[in-house]
């Protein structure tokens, strides 16, 4: 149980003293749990999540139930409760116990650190394969059913490594030991669809085609006549990833890509009359000029011709040309470029779930347990997402906020919790500043009443 400690006095007041216990146990600060349980009810992300995972525990022994478990990790994930240990001062909260499905009063808690380490070691790889499904699976049924088009962001990230974890590697370009996670999203609605733990030595588009093939297959099985669109940087401008893109538009139709292809020689001798265009133009406006133009290219490692459209820029540092290859034809080259350009906002996700929900907290000695910890992450990333998204109904600046403002908005609030034979009662500050806002989400989010 929490430890007691004694009483302090604070004299900056001057007229009276300030004195400050620290003995009042049923108090949570982070009465905003209960939206997260409101969330999880909607999308039944932690059921899901549960129902995948294997428990060769004895039955007769087992006091935390992997569903518990789930949303005990998940959900102080969401709190900003990255790291096992701080189960171990968690595990006693009123309100963490209350959305896990236990009362404020149960002296057992929840899992401690230790059971939740092994609860992340416990897990194969037939059962990541089952999580990843159930990721995929999930997405592409929460799409709308008048959805008709779905752009589909891919991108990497480096998830920096300290110690002797399995597979971390040095990696020259990010200049640390690290892993190197592949990302999928939806561009659109911003939602995280699928993701990839791999070594820090593989390039970027390692594992891309799969992933691609799998989540692109499932969509158009749901929705044949959906047209799909793959945006990504130079490092996905690969052949595997490019000829699998056209193979999956051959097999399903409608699915293009946006990639961005590295500069090289050729590429410059294609654009170097726009590139003197866009060079004269500063040189009358003496402002940043911007030139687009298109042409057919054709690579060593391309099996046929295919568009690349070339920003032709010229500014006070110089020519800046970049081009882009694309499938999509009879389009203006400047919005091709423009379309891609918005993949930008990929970035800006990465951060909420590397910045905010710390997923780059890898620290299990095996790479099998840090991939599963990842996908922990992965789910707090789905219901924050979810809040997100309900907030934006009710505050046009929690739905555009970053998970880290969201959760010190509406989530990190101090919370009176009082256990009593017919209920479990719940006091708020009155001058909690975004109390209208949590009522109204929290009677959106209750789910109905199961029918007598």
Known sequence: MTQSITQLSLGFFGQLPVVIDFDAPDVSSDGGVVLLRGVDEGIGVTSWFSRALGDDRESGRVVHDRLEQCRQRIYQIALGYEDCNDADRLRHDPLLKTACDRLPDDERGLSSQPTLSRFENSVDWLTIRRLLRGF???????????????????DTTDAETHGGQQLSFFSGYYGHYMYHPLLLFDGTGEQLITVRLRPGNKPAGCGAAGM????????????PDISIVVRGDAGFCVPEVLDTIEQLDQDYGDVDFLLSVAKNKALLRHAESAMAVAEEMYKGQRRDIQHFTEFEYTAKTYPHPRLVVAKAEHNSHGPNPRFVVTSLRGFPPELIYRAYCARGQCENLIKDLKNALNADRLSCSSFRANFFRLLLHCAAYRLMHELRCQAAKHSQELGRAQFDTLRLRILKVAALVKQ??????????????????????ASALDPPLAPA
Do not use: C, G, M, N
């Not at 093939?213 to 969509?219: E, S, Y």
């Not at 006091?427 to 909690?432: D, K, S, T, W, Y």
């Open 212 to 223: 691609l093939r799998r989540v692109i297959k499932q969509i158009k099985q749901r929705f």
């Open 136 to 154: 995929e699976e999930s997405y592409v049924a929460s799409l709308p059913s008048d959805t008709s088009e779905v752009i589909l962001d891919i």
């Open 420 to 441: 009593s034979v017919r209920r479990i009662h719940v006091r708020l500050p009155l001058a909690f500043p975004f109390a209208k806002i949590f009522r109204a989400l």
